[in-house]
């Protein structure tokens, strides 16, 4: 059902991100206002209206069976020039609610693998979001 709906990057943008909010089954205000900042500071915003694609993701999103041939899909979409940034935004996305719980590790690391990230690089981004974090809690 997905595949009919995300076929434009900037939509696979945006229902990646929503994917990462929803994650945990909720959706909270931090996680939609940094998503929403990434959408304006990337210039995407001009491309799709947020709310008409929330829609979109909340009509098909129980019919994903296979996250990881979703997750896949829409990196094929994004096809990002640079992977880790994409990476860094989806895990600051993941914990701007401030639970860090087994599943949102399990979905970092489907991210990962669609991405084709190494252990190294996914343990050297979460490290320095978790750094960045910390310094910005201080």
Partial sequence: MYREIVTRRAEAYCHLFFHCCMGDESLVRRETAFTVA??????LNANVDLIDEMYRYRVYRPYIHNESDFLNYLVRIINPASPITLYFYCIEIILADNKYMENSLALLKRIATALKLSSHEQ????RLITEVKSTEAA
């Fill in 38 to 43: 990434k959408y304006v500071e990337g210039g």
């Fill in 123 to 126: 343990f050297n981004a979460m």
